[in-house]
């Protein structure tokens, strides 16, 4: 692992002999445990062993006698930083075969694997410099550092780690010395610790030794047993219980919140007899039962053989990076459509463990890119100082083009940008990648939007449509949206609707509408809650994904699929919906809220097709909140005026501290009648709060204790591509498949706990009989995972059923009070019905006080108490506005800081869409003769259809679609959009029927789009 501190002038005295003193290489007799490195030091004339004299005199900032380090940004008092200690350890396993058992090349490994990371750090050492009265950046490519290594841990276990310090010092092309540019080192630590461990797994691995990969790109030594090593982890558990004080886990809490742990635990280091240190270790190894000389692991008691993936340290290098390259890719955009290069490299570096170091990986990276499979976007410019945070900056061209559009020349913009970014006042940001899979996604499903513009005969004719309208009791945003869903021309439409609109009374009248002409109403909502709902108006409903997977869609040219809450939908599932659609002749009405939370996977089409020119009827005319001040800063929220908002809010309760501002919350709840509180709902932004809330309301309830104890499952948050590799399970976890799977002797439904995550991709699982097995993860792709925990189930426990389960006719969300336990079962009742849940397997409930937002949207209640921690990622713009959106009467916020409210509540949870990225594709000279060809086809077919009707035709959207997409037009979509909006009939316009030159223009489009699709 990689930990950092910051040192300050006060550290200086201290310092030279802590690290100095405390560096020795005394059990093992390799290598050198104190030494200098970087292109910063060589220019000093630094090499070879650190001497502590002129390591003081550095830290102190002094270059040689008489010429101190000019550090202009820095603070003269105490606090100024003079360095950043980086603190590389080694494995606690890999520390006990150096350390006890004396394996000196592992000491050299570990010591290479230190120098890898520091020369990563060093190239992105950077220093500020004015030029002509303007701040620029520049990459000095230098570092100055000591490395001082030691061999224990302040509790005198065995602890191999190197404490890099790297000097508050670079050196700028003019040869002066300066302070190096902010934090830059520090914010890379989680980056450099991953090289540092896949540089060591490497060399380990070529030694000879199994390595037993684990979650976050961490590794074991595969012939010790994590038992084994908890007797030999005295420091992990003292920060673990400095964790726990603060209801954390290593999990849970955050690389800040470790980080404050691991100081704070520290007891001071003290000297002691070198010999009885050792002596020690080897006694308490023998008592452990290690063998020091075995290299295999079998897993965890030689458990059942089975056929397995290999790891990637059993490739050669460029196999273990292109699969370390492919997983990390199809990890990343499973949820975001986009990702960073650091991000992608990091998560790379981690997979690829023991087989691909970081020079493997990019390079995997770059050939990837070249052969078209990650699209890389064009480089991108920000200003070096004054820039917004996350500001992405923009091109080169457009750049040059603001100038131009302020008066400037060409020549002379781009002169201006050209200067600035050789000077670095424009600097680059960092690379951004997505997909070829994402592109063309997110293009078919415009295509396929675009193609069906016109394309339908309307359901009914406007003049019905308005009469039937009128009497009925819908407000005029409602019955804008059913009026176009009945007589659009559009395979495809949406309806924006604010929360508490009335979106489903106002499906209720249009489903009445669509039926009475002839045509059928499907509805399909991401969650089985939002099914039930929307059956309970009469309307044939399923889930989504379930409606994707069923073999009989049973859906025609007279069918008309509505997607609620549409704007949690991701691409994957959006692309796969309007091809059924498309090829059965359906139509498609999209109904959400793109203000609202996003879909956890990745994409943003409800929101993309409406910028792109969808016709969308808006409903803002909000009649949930009762409230007059309320119902404004709900108002306020859905504009994006979250900040504006607050100031509509009753009641706003400050408490700083985490753990008392929870135990608000729950009083205040627990103060209300049972009547109120049945119309409360309790609003958490993280999972910690929540757990913290519902325990602090059974206990205020009088429900703690007077209950019996049950095994409960909580789902982990995992990805499809984690699920496939052994190493991202944890020992214990929970599995249920969601199909049977003969081969291996798993069956649906059944529970199986994970007994041991290896060798090799490789699952020890056991059954609730006993039994064992071993499967391959990667043969089993539909495996749902989970965390046991004990839950206590007493009568009067408020809970919710977290998996769905057709048997009882229950869904994920829907919400229970307990009324009987007993050993053996469980019974639950709402307003409607009963049920019992046997306690023979572990339960699928929750206690449903307090909910996270996620789990909210879509519920109402007369009151909501918001738990927001500004500090938190979890508030932001569109989680605050869902919160305070579920209230009708009264929302209540209480915060850690009533002053930070604002910033926190404004702040946008980014969902990356990949035509968001200015890009320019790879292409073969055969794949660039063919879109020639494509271009000269589409040119042909907007001459032959300019004049239509005597009205001048707007360019064809195939010939848009043949100019491929490049620069600012393929990704930035604002200005497409608007394009795109002016050459298509808004909503309420009349349209004419296709004629015989529309057809050909479509079907250039069409023919276009399967060209696109066969590359």
């Not at 620029?136 to 509790?155: D, I, Y």
């Not at 994590?226 to 964790?243: C, D, K, N, T, V």
Request: glycine share 8%.
């Amino acid at each position: 692992m990689l930990s950092h501190k910051v040192m300050t002038r006060q550290n200086i005295g201290a310092a030279a002999s802590y690290y100095g003193d405390g560096a020795d290489d005394y059990y093992a007799k390799e290598g050198d445990s104190m030494e200098w490195q970087g292109e910063g030091a060589k220019d000093l004339g630094l090499t070879g062993p650190v001497d502590s004299e002129r390591f003081k005199e550095l830290l102190a900032g002094e270059i040689k006698p008489g010429q101190q380090i000019i550090r202009t940004d820095t603070r003269k008092d105490s606090n100024a930083r003079i360095g950043i200690d980086l603190t590389f350890s080694a494995p606690k396993s890999v520390s006990l075969q150096a350390l006890v058992a004396g394996d000196g090349e592992i000491i050299k490994a570990h010591d290479r694997a230190v120098t890898k990371a520091i020369e990563a750090a060093e190239e992105r050492a950077q220093a500020r410099r004015k030029v002509d009265g303007k701040t620029m950046v520049e990459n000095t490519g230098n570092l100055v550092v000591a490395k001082f290594r030691h061999e224990t841990s302040r509790e005198k276990d065995p602890q191999l780690h190197t404490h890099a310090v790297v000097l508050n010092m670079t050196k700028r092309s003019d040869g002066q010395w300066r302070a190096l540019k902010n934090d830059e080192i520090i914010k890379m630590t989680k980056y450099l610790g991953a090289v540092y461990r896949a540089e060591l797994a490497s060399e380990l691995a070529k030694q000879g030794y199994s390595i037993r990969h684990e979650r976050d790109g961490m590794f074991e030594l595969g012939h010790m047993t994590r038992q084994q090593l908890e007797g030999f982890s005295q420091r992990s558990a003292q920060i673990e219980e400095r964790l726990a004080k603060q209801g954390l886990t290593r999990e849970t809490a955050s690389a800040a919140e470790k980080q404050a742990a691991t100081m704070q635990s520290r007891a001071p280091k003290t000297s002691a007899e070198r010999e009885a240190v050792f002596k020690d270790w080897q006694e308490r190894a023998k008592e452990l039962g290690i063998d020091f000389k075995s290299k295999e692991w079998a897993g965890r008691d030689k458990g059942p053989e089975v056929s397995r993936q290999s790891t990637p340290g059993e490739f050669a290098a460029d196999v273990a990076a292109q699969r370390a390259v492919r997983y990390a890719v199809n990890h990343l955009t499973e949820r975001q459509a986009v990702m960073t290069e650091s991000k992608l490299i990091d998560t790379a570096i981690k997979h690829g463990m023991a087989g691909a170091t970081l020079k493997d990986i990019e390079g995997e990276i770059k050939r990837q890119t070249e052969r078209g499979y990650l699209v890389r976007e064009q480089t991108m410019y920000r200003p070096a100082e004054n820039a917004l945070a996350g500001d992405r900056g923009q091109s080169r061209e457009a750049w040059v083009a603001e100038l131009e559009a302020k008066g400037m020349s060409p020549a002379a913009a781009r002169e201006r940008v050209d200067t600035a970014i050789e000077r670095k006042s424009l600097v680059e940001t960092e690379p951004q990648y997505t997909t070829q899979t994402a592109l063309e996604r997110e293009k078919r499903i415009h295509s396929i939007e675009r193609d069906g513009r016109g394309a339908m005969q309307p359901i009914m004719q406007p003049e019905a449509a308005k009469a039937t309208l009128e009497a009925t009791n819908l407000n005029n945003g409602q019955r804008s949206a059913a009026e176009l869903i009945t007589t659009t021309h559009d395979r495809v439409i949406g309806v924006q609707g604010y929360a508490g609109t009335g979106k489903s009374h106002m499906l209720d009248t249009a489903k009445q509408m669509i039926e009475a002409s002839g045509y059928e109403v499907r509805a399909l909502a991401p969650y089985g809650s939002q099914v039930k709902a929307l059956r309970e108006l009469g309307v044939e409903s399923n889930t989504l994904a379930s409606f994707l997977k069923a073999k009989e869609k049973n859906i025609s040219e007279r069918t008309v699929l509505v997607v609620d809450e549409a704007g949690v939908v991701p691409a994957r599932q959006m692309d796969q919906l309007l091809r059924l659609a498309e090829k059965a002749g359906a139509r498609v009405v999209l109904m959400g809220d793109t203000a609202q939370t996003k879909a956890i996977e990745a994409g943003r089409p409800f929101d993309q097709l409406q910028a792109a020119g969808m016709a969308t009827a808006k409903m803002d005319e909000i009649q949930r909140q009762k409230d007059p001040l309320l119902k404004e800063a709900v108002e306020l929220s859905a504009r994006g005026k979250a900040a504006e908002s607050l100031s509509k809010i009753s009641s706003i309760v400050e408490v700083e501290n985490d753990k008392e501002r929870r135990l608000t919350v729950a009083k205040d709840y627990v103060s209300m009648t049972p009547t109120e509180r049945e119309k409360t709902i309790i609003v958490s932004g993280t999972n910690e709060a929540r757990r913290e809330i519902n325990q602090a309301v059974r206990e205020g309830i009088g429900t703690l204790n007077k209950g019996i104890e049950f095994d409960t499952l909580i789902r982990r948050d995992t990805t499809q591509a984690e699920r496939r590799f052994s190493k991202y399970y944890h020992v214990g976890d929970v599995i249920q498949p969601e199909r049977d799977y003969p081969k291996s002797g798993l069956k649906r439904g059944e529970i199986y706990k994970v007994e041991d995550t290896g060798p090799g991709n490789r699952l020890v699982l056991s059954t609730e009989a006993g039994e064992r097995l071993a499967i391959n993860p990667m043969q089993h792709k539909q495996l749902s995972v989970y965390q046991p925990e004990r839950a206590e189930l007493a009568p009067g426990d408020k809970v919710r059923i977290t998996r769905n389960d057709a048997r009882l006719d229950v869904a994920n969300g829907d919400r229970f009070t307990v009324e009987r336990v007993t050993n053996g079962m469980v019974t639950l009742r709402s307003a409607h019905r009963s049920i019992e849940l046997s306690t023979d397997k572990p339960l699928h409930v929750d206690y449903a006080y307090a909910t996270t937002v996620h789990s909210s949207q879509g519920l109402t209640a007369d009151r909501v108490l918001i738990d927001a921690q500004t500090k938190s990622m979890t508030t932001a713009k569109d989680v605050y506005y869902v919160a305070i959106s579920r209230a009708r009467h009264d929302a209540r916020i209480y915060t850690n800081s009533v002053a930070e409210l604002p910033k926190a509540i404004s702040r946008e949870n980014v969902k990356h869409a990949a035509l968001d990225l200015s890009y320019k594709l790879h292409r073969s000279p055969v794949e660039k003769a063919k879109l020639q060809e494509l271009k000269e086809q589409a040119r042909k077919h907007v001459e032959a259809g300019k004049q239509v009707g005597g009205k001048t035709k707007a360019p064809d959207e195939a010939q848009k679609r043949a100019k491929g997409p490049s620069g600012a037009q393929a990704a930035k979509g604002k200005g497409a959009a608007q394009e795109k909006a002016s050459s298509t009939p808004q909503k309420g316009s009349q349209r004419e029927e296709p004629g015989k030159q529309d057809r050909a223009r479509e079907n250039a489009g069409k023919q276009q789009r399967q060209a696109e699709r066969g590359r």
